[in-house]
């Protein structure tokens, strides 16, 4: 069976990935998602274990030591990592997965896992951001310069990234990443070697 998908996708704070991501899952059903962990309070919608696992900066770092997670990084002020052994079980049972990770992350998966594919996501524009940012109310005024002062670090990081696309519109950004998905999983690469014989075997 060919492994998994690993979609990893990052963009600066507000550009629309967690809505991108939660749509991607109507059109792909088959797609999951990996919850990462994070030493940052819950905003109010939040549930531990379906948005992210809560942890104390004492649980997180004893999950470094014990080499838990796949990749890990200090994004503003916070601990965020990918918890390894979920991605390696949905991976090796054939399941397509996206994560939702910083640069400094995509790059810790870049090389430990060159087969991933790397999806930047873009805002049209800084002001735009700003006002979104802004909108979402969910953090402070000094959260949020923390979060725009990381922007340049960010796009520093594309030429990284296998992908990069402006989300001017969340259904078009969908059906984009929808077609590298799909696009993807037909890489002869990614198929079993004998073609021939998935023919011959066909009804
Ligand atoms: P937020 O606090 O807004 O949920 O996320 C802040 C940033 O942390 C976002 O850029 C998000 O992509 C990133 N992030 C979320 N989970 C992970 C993770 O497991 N690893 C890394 N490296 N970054 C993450």
Partial sequence: MPRGLLIVVSGP????????????????????YSVSATTREP????????????LTEAEFTKRIADNAFLEWAKVYQHYY?????????????????????DVQGAAQIKKALPEAILIFLSPPSLCELKQRLIGRKTELESE????????????????????????????LTC??????????????????????AKILRAE
């Avoid at 905003?43 to 809560?54: T, W």
């Avoid at 918890?83 to 994560?99: C, F, H, I, Q, T």
């Avoid at 002062?149 to 519109?169: G, H, K, M, S």
């Avoid at 799909?182 to 690469?189: L, N, T």
């Fill in 13 to 32: 704070s507000g550009v629309g990935k967690n809505t991108i991501i939660s749509n991607l899952f109507t059109c792909l059903s088959d797609l999951k």
């Fill in 175 to 196: 059906r984009q990443i929808e077609c590298i998905i799909q696009a993807e999983r037909i890489k002869v690469s990614r198929q079993e070697t004998n073609f021939l």
């Fill in 43 to 54: 905003r109010p919608n939040e549930i531990d274990g379906q948005n992210y696992f809560f």
């Fill in 144 to 171: 949020i310069e923390l979060r725009l002062q990381y922007i340049e670090t960010e796009f520093q990081a594309v030429p990284l990234y296998d992908y990069f696309i402006i989300n001017r519109e969340i259904d």
């Fill in 81 to 101: 990592g990918t918890p390894r052994s979920y991605v390696e079980k949905m991976l090796s049972n054939g399941v397509d997965l996206a994560l939702d990770i």
